[in-house]
C-alpha cells in the first residue's frame, strides 16, 4: 500500500537561513508526488508537483523538490527562508491509477521561522 | 467568492447530535473529496465522488455519510457525532481531464468539535 512519511513533525530555522523538508514515499510504481503549504487558517496550497520528467521541480514561491528514486525521496527546498513561510507542509503521493485522483498524506511539518 | 466553499467554518455540537457540512464549488470539476486532518496524522480520505451519481468510500468511511446533490455541492454527515470525530474537515475537489492530481483545490476547513 502507498505510504508518505515525513520524518520531522517540527523544524525551526533562522530567516534567511536554507531549508531543507524530508518526505519518504512507499509505492510500486512511479509515483505522482506533491508538496502543499498550510497557512494557519487557510486550506492546503499546492506548491509543486512531480510527475515524470526532469527530478528537479521548481515550484511556486522560490519552493522546489527534487525526486530520488533510489531513496524514495522527494525533499523540499528552499535558499532563504522568510518569516512568511511559516506554515505547516504536506508531502502527497497519488494512490492507485491517476484516474481516481486520490492523494495519501504524510502526517505534516510544521515550519517555524525565527526572526 | 473562493473557488470552494465549506460551511460552517465552525462548529461545536454534542455527542450523539446529527451534523451536516457542506461544500461548494465553483471550479467546474467533476470531481469531490472529503478529507479529515488530524494533528500529527496528516489528511485522511473519508469519501470521494467522480459525479453526482458516483460515490465512493476512502480509508476512514465509518461514522460518516455523504451525499453529492449537484455536481458542485457535495456534503458530509455525521450521523451521531462523537467526540473522536473532533478534527478539522477539508472538501478538495479535482478536474477529471488527463490525469485526476490535476487541479486540486481545497475549501478553507470546517473546525468540528464534538463535546
Known amino acids: 500500500a502507498q505510504s508518505v512519511t515525513q520524518p520531522d513533525i517540527h523544524i525551526t530555522v533562522s530567516e534567511g537561513a536554507s531549508l531543507e523538508l524530508r518526505c519518504n514515499y512507499s509505492y510500486g510504481a512511479t509515483p505522482y508526488l506533491f508538496w502543499y503549504v498550510q497557512s494557519p487558517g487557510q486550506g492546503l496550497q499546492l506548491l509543486l508537483k512531480?510527475?515524470?520528467?526532469?527530478?528537479l521541480v521548481q515550484g511556486i514561491k522560490g519552493f522546489e523538490a527534487e525526486f530520488k528514486r533510489s531513496q524514495s525521496s522527494f525533499n523540499l527546498r528552499k535558499p532563504s527562508v522568510h518569516w512568511s513561510d511559516a506554515a505547516e507542509y504536506f508531502c502527497?503521493?497519488?494512490?492507485?491509477?491517476?484516474?481516481?485522483?486520490?492523494?495519501?498524506f504524510g502526517q505534516g511539518t510544521t515550519l517555524q521561522v525565527k526572526p | 467568492d473562493a473557488d470552494v466553499t465549506q460551511t460552517p467554518r465552525n462548529r461545536i455540537t454534542k455527542t450523539g447530535k446529527r451534523i451536516m457540512l457542506e461544500c461548494s464549488q465553483t471550479k467546474g470539476h467533476d470531481r469531490m473529496y472529503w478529507y479529515r486532518q488530524d494533528p500529527g496524522l496528516g489528511l485522511r480520505l473519508i469519501y470521494y465522488s467522480f459525479d453526482v451519481k458516483d460515490i465512493n468510500k476512502g480509508e476512514i468511511s465509518d461514522g460518516y455519510s455523504v451525499s453529492r446533490q449537484a455536481q458542485a455541492k457535495f456534503s458530509l454527515s455525521l450521523e451521531s457525532a462523537i467526540p473522536n470525530q473532533t478534527a478539522l474537515y477539508f472538501c478538495a475537489t479535482s478536474d477529471s481531464q488527463g490525469s485526476g492530481y490535476y487541479g486540486y483545490t481545497f475549501g478553507s476547513g470546517t473546525r468540528l468539535t464534538v463535546v
Open positions: 512531480y510527475f515524470s520528467g526532469d527530478t
Open positions: 502527497a503521493v497519488g494512490a492507485g491509477s491517476s484516474n481516481t485522483g486520490k492523494l495519501i
